[in-house]
């Protein structure tokens, strides 16, 4: 039986590693794998509070989490190729025509 | 079962912060996809393989394969991004460092939960956890799953239309 607790500190890590991600890197796709790297720790966590509660709802939550993360990559993904395509550049830093 | 826990959660972490270190996007990839594997074992040893199962086919199969036919297109050259440590990224290191130590802290606190609920290991073997989710989610949850749906549908027309070279 793996304690609960280990499980939360795990995933506790993994956001903040995805955190320093998006903070640290300038390439656009790599931001987006930390993102997903925090939607995963996200997922891990809802397990861990699912098996502690004795609860089922966790594990549904975490299939709408796997849909929301999927459409948002497509979504994201087709939007980085249409900005690389104007700019031809993927670093965040040259994206800066809203910028005021 | 305890060792291979965190043996499976060393690595994922390490893989994690590879996703950060390596300067070529598709070796970020890669790592994530030896982190996400790591995460589907730990599911199966949590006893939910319904979850295991779509971390590794939906995760490491579909959305890192979009991510890697992404890169492919591109066609990117690594660029000779590297961190230098000045000040903005020492920032960066200690917000990140500071939101571990505040959650982990939560967590190693005693936390307080609310009632339990019926879906205890022994029922949910009985009645077999994959059923168990598809019975919820036919039942229960049925509005928030059609509400997914349309909204699956939603990004798939919006990917395309923003994918189009033109629109006219």
Same mark, same amino acid.
């Given at each position: 039986?793996?304690?609960t607790?280990?499980?939360?500190?795990?995933s506790? /890590?993994?956001?903040?590693?995805?955190?320093?991600?998006?903070?640290l890197?300038?390439?656009?796709?790599v931001?987006?794998m930390?993102?997903?790297l925090?939607?995963?720790a996200?997922?891990l966590?809802?397990?861990?509070? /699912?098996?502690?509660?004795?609860?089922?709802?966790?594990?549904i939550?975490i299939?709408?989490i796997?849909v929301? /993360? /999927?459409a948002e990559?497509?979504?994201?993904l087709?939007?980085?190729?249409?900005?690389?395509?104007?700019?031809q550049?993927?670093?965040?830093?040259?994206?800066?025509?809203?910028k005021? | 079962?305890?060792?291979?826990? &965190?043996i499976?959660?060393?690595?994922? %972490?390490?893989?994690?912060?590879?996703?950060?270190v390596?300067?070529s996007p598709? &070796?970020?990839?890669?790592s994530?996809?030896?982190?996400?594997?790591?995460?589907?074992g730990? &599911?199966i040893?949590?006893?939910?393989?319904?979850?295991?199962?779509?971390?590794?086919?939906?995760?490491?199969?579909?959305?890192?394969?979009l991510?890697?036919? %992404?890169i492919m297109?591109?066609n990117?050259?690594?660029?000779?991004?590297? %961190?230098?440590?000045?000040l903005?990224?020492?920032?960066?290191?200690?917000i990140?460092?500071?939101?571990?130590?505040?959650?982990?802290?939560l967590?190693?606190?005693?936390?307080?939960?609310?009632?339990?609920?019926? &879906?205890?290991?022994?029922?949910?073997?009985?009645e077999?956890?994959?059923?168990l989710?598809?019975?919820?989610?036919?039942?229960?949850?049925?509005l928030p799953?059609?509400?997914?749906?349309?909204l699956l549908?939603?990004?798939?027309?919006?990917?395309?239309?923003?994918?189009k070279?033109?629109?006219n």
């Amino acid at each position: 039986m793996i304690p609960t607790t280990h499980v939360l500190i795990l995933s506790a /890590a993994l956001f903040s590693i995805g955190v320093l991600g998006v903070m640290l890197r300038r390439n656009v796709i790599v931001i987006f794998m930390s993102i997903e790297l925090m939607l995963n720790a996200v997922n891990l966590s809802f397990v861990g509070f /699912a098996r502690e509660m004795d609860s089922m709802t966790g594990v549904i939550f975490i299939f709408f989490i796997i849909v929301v /993360a /999927a459409a948002e990559a497509v979504v994201g993904l087709s939007i980085i190729l249409s900005i690389y395509r104007n700019r031809q550049t993927l670093n965040v830093d040259e994206y800066n025509l809203l910028k005021w | 079962m305890l060792l291979t826990f &965190y043996i499976l959660g060393t690595v994922s %972490v390490l893989s994690a912060l590879g996703v950060l270190v390596c300067r070529s996007p598709v &070796y970020s990839a890669m790592s994530l996809v030896c982190s996400f594997f790591c995460l589907g074992g730990i &599911y199966i040893l949590m006893n939910v393989e319904f979850v295991a199962v779509i971390q590794i086919l939906v995760y490491a199969g579909a959305i890192l394969v979009l991510f890697l036919f %992404v890169i492919m297109l591109l066609n990117i050259v690594p660029t000779g991004e590297s %961190v230098r440590f000045n000040l903005p990224v020492l920032i960066a290191f200690g917000i990140a460092v500071g939101l571990f130590a505040q959650i982990s802290g939560l967590f190693l606190g005693d936390i307080q939960f609310g009632p339990k609920d019926v &879906y205890t290991a022994e029922a949910i073997s009985e009645e077999g956890s994959i059923g168990l989710i598809g019975r919820l989610l036919y039942g229960e949850f049925v509005l928030p799953f059609e509400a997914i749906s349309i909204l699956l549908l939603v990004a798939v027309i919006g990917a395309v239309i923003i994918g189009k070279r033109r629109l006219n």
